[in-house]
């Protein structure tokens, strides 16, 4: 009897996510995040399991509808539903916007998933406020 070898499963992307350091000054925003594309659906559970365990659960998640396509209102992460929302102003911010209740609001800024790293690290590394490479 022969035992046919399963192929291992494909590593979990890396969540490309700076964070400031959290400190007591108010900032712009709170950190940058370059997604892989914009399919939410795909993308937003990644992102939601990376963050610090601190900010607690996201409720509700606020994208620049410009940028991302139209998608459902809610959807399940984590087994806990998260309201989808997005602005539908020209002028809105590149950021994505994650409410918690009792804990707070983060918004981060929205690097273009198509942006080449030479561009992207530099715009993460200023959101968050550190060193680029660091």
């Known amino acids: ?3 046919a070898l399963q192929p291992p499963l494909p590593p979990q992307p ?6 400031a350091p959290h400190g007591g000054l108010p900032r712009a925003v ?4 370059w997604p892989r594309s914009y399919d939410l659906l795909v993308e937003l559970p990644l992102l939601l399991a990376g963050l610090p365990r601190e900010w607690g659960h996201v409720t509700s998640v606020t994208v620049n509808g410009a ?3 139209v998608t459902a209102g809610r959807m ?3 087994n806990q539903v998260v309201r989808l929302c997005r602005t539908l102003a020209a002028s809105a911010p590149p950021t994505v916007v994650l409410l918690a209740p009792g804990r707070g609001r983060w918004d981060l800024l929205v690097v273009p998933p198509d942006t080449t790293e030479e561009v992207a690290e530099p715009l993460m590394a200023a959101a968050a406020g550190t060193p680029a490479g660091g």
């Open 1 to 3: 009897m022969t035992t």
């Open 14 to 19: 890396v969540l490309r996510l700076r964070l």
């Open 30 to 33: 709170d950190g940058a995040w």
């Open 67 to 69: 940028a991302w396509p």
């Open 76 to 78: 399940f992460v984590s």
